[in-house]
DNA sequence: ATAGATCAAGTGAGTATTTACTCACGGCCG
DNA sequence: CGGCCGTGAGTAAATACTCACTTGATCTAT
């Protein structure tokens, strides 16, 4: 059987895609470099040629995955407020949920790797924390200042920053119960879950009840999360 | 070299406590059956006349996790009440918290093998948590149902025992970031983020802040989490 | 008591397979 | 022809697992 030729860029990229959902799925000790050649329907002899050794290879796949940036850009142009609050917990909680379901592989691959990181020296989830903590770290912040200033949220003793970790960590873990395939913990249908999570958070940060009555069914009556471009992936 | 003589039962223990222990670093599939040994300070001919196999081995190790309660027996003596579900929530985030810190080397393993089960069919996951469900879901949801009750906290759309999971997820996942040497999230001293992570949880599952500021500050004053009896591990 | 039989704990030295990685070679294009 | 893309057929090490064998404690039978 005899592959057809291409460009070394082109194979590069493929090779990484196939490694990349073989070490998701089965971590770094258990993924096989004939696996991945095979994922790649290629021979192993030519994934050497492109990388110089397995570890190689998953690192880059780490590097390359902290480089992408999380399609959290849109949620950067709206005025730090309550609204935009709301909407960033909805978001993310929305974000993390359809993991689970959708068909999108490249944020389950992300959030298992990132997992795998946890118990191992967390290097890449670090990186990774600090690359949130940049995108959407300071609008979080801002707008919770602003919700407090405004009496839509409450004071806590806990720094901004730290609610927005707590916040993260609940929507993070969430997501993995659901990962395998016969979710670890038996809630119901997605919909609910999403508002009861986003309640949930939204009144852990410090949000008043009034508050969140008022902004989050709005949010959550625009399925979109993308209010302000149109603009997708 | 010549390993003392002992009892089948014993080496036994012995084997599984060090499987355990190379098991909850390195996963399965990067624990070797040699380096189980090892640690055991046998031969591998040996731990195979205890175990049929590696997979064998696994299996058992994630079942006697299974079989071992969490130490949470002492909490079921209280009565429902907003009290109970303070010293609850708080006996849980101080639990968590304290699994990287100390030496409670055996929770840190369970936690590990919890994540990940959660990459692979789950299935250890789940039983765990049915586990946890059993010992403190309905003692959780009858003192939330009272804490409602009695004003001091508000009923939300999300059912007590979602409620009780997304707590869970939050001390769980960031009981994770501080499992590597270095922790993922920069948090501060470990006594401060009891402080807010408490807070973060008992606003989420909708105490109010009245309830919150008079029971959380005398739950966290009295050090040890045991207000019943006085026994130790 | 003591010599020998018995049996389980324990191991060193394997084996067959897998794994990460290499190399000499084939074919296709400019 | 020259320079890559691509592969089949390796190799040395590692891995899960086996087996013949030793050792030492216990139980007799005289």
Redesign the interface.
Known sequence: MSTLRMTSDLRRQLILGAAKRCFAR?????TTTKSVAAAAAISEALLFKHFPSKAALYAEILTEECETDPDFEVLLSQEPSTATLVMLMAGMVRHFLGIADGPNEEEEQRL?LM?????????F??LL?AKIDDLIGAKFVDSLVTAVASGDA?R????PR??F??A???????A??R???????P??TAA??E???S???L????LT?AAIACYLDHELSQPPVRPATAESA
């Open positions: 089965h971590g770094y000790a258990g298992r997992a795998s990181s946890h118990l191992d020296d967390g290097e989830a670090r924390y409450v806590l003793v806990a720094a730290d609610l970790w707590f993260h960590h609940t929507v993070l873990m969430a993995l119960t990962l395998p395939s016969v979710p670890c913990v809630y119901g609910s879950l508002r009861q999570l309640e949930f958070i009144r852990g940060i410090g009840d």
